[in-house]
C-alpha cells in the first residue's frame, strides 16, 4: 500500500508520531484480509479479528509530505494465534530503506461461538492448504515474550 505523509500524521517533530504506525498497520491488516477474501467470511460467520500484541521497532523517521510503501504479510501460526509483519518502507514504490518493523500476534475470534478460530479452519474455507512456516530467531524471540507479557498480566 502507497502512503503519503500528512500534517495531521506527524508529531512535533514533523515526522509520523509512533501510534499513526500502528493505525497503519490495523489499515495493512484488514487490506491483506480484503485480498485473502477473509474480510467477507468472517463477516458471515460474525467473527472479529482481534490484536493480541505488537512490537514495533523505528529505524528512521517518515517525515511530513514523504511517500512510503506498508507491506504486510503473514509470518506462522499457532495455534490459534496468527503472526503477521508490517514494514514501513521509504519511497514511492518501496525502493528505499525500512523505516519501521512491526510484528503482530492476534486471531480472528467467533462471536457467535465465544472462540478464537484455528488458523487452519479459516485456510480451509478459503482453499488455502498451508502448513506454518518454522519462526526465525526473531519471531521465536517475539511469541516467547507475548507469552510471558500474556501470563504477567492475567495473573494481575
Not at 91 to 110: C, F, M, P, R, S
Request: aromatic fraction near 12%; hydrophobic fraction near 40%.
Amino acid at each position: 500500500m502507497s502512503f503519503l505523509t500528512w500534517p495531521w500524521d506527524c508529531d512535533t517533530n514533523l515526522h509520523i508520531t509512533n501510534g499513526r504506525y500502528l493505525m497503519l498497520a490495523d489499515i495493512g491488516r484488514f487490506d491483506l484480509f480484503r485480498r485473502f477474501g477473509l474480510w467477507d467470511e468472517a463477516m458471515k460467520r460474525g467473527w472479529a479479528p482481534m490484536l493480541g500484541g505488537v512490537n514495533i521497532v523505528f529505524r528512521r523517521e517518515i517525515r511530513m509530505w514523504q511517500r512510503f510503501q506498508l507491506t504486510s504479510r503473514i509470518v506462522t501460526w499457532e495455534g490459534t494465534s496468527v503472526v503477521g509483519e508490517h514494514r514501513f518502507v521509504l519511497g514511492e514504490k518501496g525502493e528505499g530503506q525500512v523505516a519501521a518493523q512491526a510484528l503482530t500476534w492476534g486471531g480472528i475470534y467467533d462471536r457467535k461461538g465465544k472462540r478464537f478460530v484455528p488458523p487452519e479452519e479459516m485456510f480451509q474455507i478459503l482453499g488455502i492448504t498451508a502448513e506454518p512456516p518454522e519462526p526465525d530467531e526473531n519471531v521465536a524471540a517475539f511469541l516467547a515474550a507475548q507469552r510471558t507479557l500474556r501470563e504477567r498480566v492475567k495473573a494481575g
